[in-house]
């Protein structure tokens, strides 16, 4: 296994004419929990979608366990094993939440544990009890727990959360953050875009800030957690 789980070099992204990031480089280890924090706009999801292959970078490079990944086609990069929950959830809303777990359930990775229906469950109780309802009729947070129930039914070497906690209860929150503790002192790899800095010092090891499509900081959660000015200059604390 290489070193680094993913390395992000210098990647920059345009959509059509307008170039949104300008040399980005990120680094997340086996077991790592990184995040991703800046204010609106400044290229959070851009970055994910650049990793992912859905929005190609034009330069700079992508690697994940050790292999170049910024050419290929997203649904390449998913089968080498990266999870997305995307901002949004893109929950499949006439499907049931049995149906949107496993429809893209796969163990690619040959995960010698995998997940599966019932683990999902006792990940998230509330998605047992919910397992015939169809999406569209599920609370926001429990939206949320599926696609992240989902994205670990693809058993995936590294899960991306995008906006984890955006517009949820304080109450669903918590338990989004219970469960990545519990994935991450599993040994799941996560890189999470997040605003609740305070959760995030808690529960992630390191921290990139990004503002207008650059890394302005990078630490640990103890400096970042030590650095109010920082946090009110780029996060706006
Ligand atoms: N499909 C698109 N076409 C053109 N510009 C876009 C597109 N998507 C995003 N942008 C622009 O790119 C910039 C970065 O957007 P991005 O969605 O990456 O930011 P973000 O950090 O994820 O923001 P947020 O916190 O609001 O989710 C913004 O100026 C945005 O308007
Ligand atoms: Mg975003």
Partial sequence: MAERLLEVISIETRYGLSQVLFGISLAISPGE???LMGRNGMGKTTTVRSVMGLTPCM?????FDGREVASLPSFRVAQLGIGLVPEGRQIFPNLTTRENLVATA??????????TLDKVCELFPRLGERLNSMGNLL??????MLAI????MTNPRLLILDEATEGLAPLVRAEIWQCLTRLKAAGQSILVIDKNVAA???IADRHYLI????VVWCGTSAELAAAPQVQ??????
């Avoid at 129930?149 to 670990?152: E, S």
Wanted: charged share 25%; net charge positive.
């Fill in 211 to 214: 503002e207008r499509g650059r």
């Fill in 139 to 144: 609370s926001g947070g429990e939206q949320q």
């Fill in 232 to 237: 009110h200059q780029y996060l706006g604390i």
């Fill in 149 to 152: 129930g989902r994205a670990l």
């Fill in 33 to 35: 929990m990184v995040t």
């Fill in 59 to 63: 330069a700079g490079s992508i690697r």
């Fill in 106 to 115: 796969a163990n690619r990775t040959d995960a010698a544990d995998p997940w």
């Fill in 200 to 202: 995030l010092t808690r």
